[in-house]
């Protein structure tokens, strides 16, 4: 769905988005890190069709961002950090207008209008005035925009900046249930929301890509493979006997808690060993009381990554 390839744009002299490269494959949920001013939004933009880069290729359905612009963007809902709303029209008429700006009339703009409508919770919100909806509804008119021409693809950034816990959870579930239909890149400070949400992730630093991998992946390389912590009940040789064969073994501390272990498992197996350890429990009759990573978070990884 993207490809981009030697991706460069400077500003006087700067390379703001220094010699990226990057695929997003159709179906996936990516989400793009980094701190302030690391050249996120800029490559947004330029996704988008919204702004010229300086050097690199870019394509995204199979359309080259510079020479078939508009090929792009019909295929492309772009939802910028701020969101560029009219407060003196009505929910409707905004919608409708930008609906035939993007092409749509007749029936077809009444059927995709109501449509946006409806997945972005605004179904009843039709005659309101822009300027005195909440921010958590502006940002709601501002997915149903990036929506109504039914694209392939949604760039989102920042979609929850500046709202309010109840708000943002509400923009959050949206974008999880939009992300069972579209091909999404998030641009986004909320990293739990990430870890939920996203396939894979992007990092940027300083214009350039330091990182892409799964959430999960990201935190494991940071801590060197994966740790495992359970809570067994058995006998201890047999349990240490067992543990001792799973794969990548690095490290295996028990500490008796009672009549229960307390297992500590490091390993650079790329496989999830938990599902190792419960066959094992269940293979063996041992009573299992807790089994979880005991890893670096993806906010770990994140700071590690970004750290100047």
């Not at 494959?25 to 793009?32: D, N, T």
């Not at 950090?81 to 035939?100: G, H, K, N």
Request: charged share 25%.
């Amino acid at each position: 769905m993207i490809a981009v390839s030697h991706l460069t744009k400077t500003y006087q002299g700067v390379a703001v988005v220094d010699d990226i490269s990057f695929t997003v494959e159709r179906g996936e949920v990516v989400g793009f890190l980094g701190p302030n001013g690391a050249g996120k939004t800029t490559t947004m933009r330029i996704l988008a069709g919204y702004l010229a880069a300086s050097g690199g290729d870019v394509q995204v359905a199979g359309f080259d961002v510079r020479d078939a612009s508009l090929d792009v963007r019909r295929r492309t809902g772009y939802l910028p950090e701020s969101v560029p709303l009219y407060p003196e029209m009505r929910v409707d008429e905004y919608l409708c207008y930008r609906a035939r700006i993007k092409g749509l009339g007749g029936g077809r703009l009444r059927t995709t209008v109501a449509s946006a409508k409806e997945r972005c919770g605004l179904g009843t919100m039709g005659r309101e005035l822009i300027g005195r909806l909440s921010r958590g509804y502006r940002q709601r008119v501002g997915l149903a925009d990036a929506l109504v021409h039914e694209p392939d693809l949604l760039l989102l950034d920042e979609p929850t900046l500046g709202l309010d816990p109840d708000q943002n959870r509400q923009v959050r579930n949206l974008i999880r249930e939009l992300a069972a239909t579209h091909t999404i890149l998030l641009c986004t400070h909320i990293l739990p929301e990430v870890e939920r949400t996203c396939n894979r992730v992007l990092v940027m630093r300083q214009g350039r890509i330091v990182a892409a991998d799964t959430p999960s992946g990201l935190s494991r390389e940071l801590s060197g493979g994966q740790r495992i912590r359970v809570e067994i009940k058995g006998v201890r040789a047999e349990i240490k006997a067992g543990l001792q064969a799973l794969p990548g073994l690095t490290e295996l501390q028990m500490t008796p808690e009672g009549d229960w272990w307390l297992c500590v498992i490091k390993s650079t197996s790329e496989t999830d060993l938990r599902t190792r350890c419960y066959d094992l429990a269940v293979r063996h009759s041992w009573r299992l009381r807790e089994l979880a990573c005991d890893g670096h978070s993806l906010e770990d990884a994140y700071l590690e990554l970004t750290r100047t």
